[in-house]
Structure formats: structure tokens, C-alpha cells
């Protein structure tokens, strides 16, 4: 149960760092379904008592901007007990990845292989969202004049 702790409650929309790409170029991503975030995470939260110091509103800002496949959709609608969070779950959700990297993916998404060996999926759009900017198009280790060390989403004032 940790480690699933330890999975589900590093995924945070700011982030988006690692090394990899400059535009928006990278593979076919298959993680483009959003789950129900709001009951996701009254779930995780409340339930199960498995986001430590997460609120629900956090949960939801960072859940709503993730990405998932269609099998962790599926896992996710199925979740009736805490103990169905489970490795098949995990591995649904956020499947191993061998390296730290984060990608662009052509359909507007990033995705981020962490440290702690998960990769998770997060749109663009809702990744500005969350901080209240718009998503400018872009993505990648530049911006007009601004650079960085990794790709990310670039967002900007609305």
C-alpha cells in the first residue's frame, strides 16, 4: 500500500521536468482518457484515507489534468474497496517506465517518467488550468525568449 500511496500522491500538474525533447514530437501516447476526478479522488481521499496531507481539492486540480488509458479507465470504474488499489491497478494507471524522462506527445499531452519509476500523463491545457493561465500551443524546453532544462507545457497569463 505504500508504494501505491507513494505513486498516486507524486502526481502533481506543476511539475513536467526531466530531460528529453523540444517540441511537441514525441510517440504515439496512448494515455488520452480523463477519469471521474471529483469521485477518484473522494475515493483515494476520504475513503481510503490514503492522501496523507492531500485535500480533495488538490487531488482533483491534479487528477483532472492527468491523461489515462483506457484500462486504468476501466480499473478506476471498477474501484468498490481500498484493497482495489492494488498493483493491477498501479500498473493500469501509472505503468513502470525505465528511465526519467518527460516526452511531448503530438496530441497536446506530457508525459513524465518520475523518480520513482511511474509514468504519468498530463494535458497541457489542464496543466496551465490549473494555475489559472492558458496553454500557449507549445511544448518543449523552449518559449519565445524563455528557456528550460526540460520539456514542459508552456502557459501563459490568459
Do not use: H
Not at 487528477?63 to 470504474?77: G, K
Not at 505503468?95 to 511511474?118: E, F, Q
Not at 489542464?126 to 528557456?147: D, L
Not at 526540460?150 to 490568459?158: D, F, N, R, Y
Request: proline letters at 5%; charged letters at 20%; glycine letters at 6%.
Amino acid at each position: 500500500m505504500r508504494k501505491l500511496l507513494a505513486a498516486l500522491a507524486v502526481l502533481a500538474p506543476a511539475a513536467c521536468t526531466s530531460t528529453v525533447e523540444n517540441k511537441a514530437s514525441g510517440p504515439t501516447n496512448t494515455a488520452t482518457q480523463s477519469i471521474d476526478a471529483e469521485k477518484f479522488c473522494d475515493f483515494f481521499v476520504t475513503e481510503c484515507s490514503l492522501g496523507g496531507t492531500l485535500t480533495i481539492p488538490e487531488c482533483v486540480s491534479s487528477y483532472r489534468a492527468s491523461r489515462f488509458t483506457p484500462a486504468c479507465v476501466d480499473e478506476v470504474a471498477g474501484l468498490a474497496t481500498c484493497a482495489d488499489l492494488d498493483e493491477a491497478f498501479l500498473e493500469a494507471c501509472f505503468p513502470k517506465c525505465p528511465r526519467l524522462a518527460t516526452t511531448c506527445n503530438a496530441d497536446g499531452t506530457v508525459s513524465d517518467c518520475r523518480d520513482n519509476g511511474r509514468l504519468y500523463t498530463l494535458d497541457c491545457a489542464g496543466v496551465c488550468a490549473t494555475r489559472a493561465q492558458a496553454w500557449t500551443g507549445e511544448c518543449g524546453t523552449s518559449y519565445g525568449e524563455q528557456t528550460a532544462e526540460s520539456p514542459k507545457c508552456w502557459c501563459a497569463e490568459p
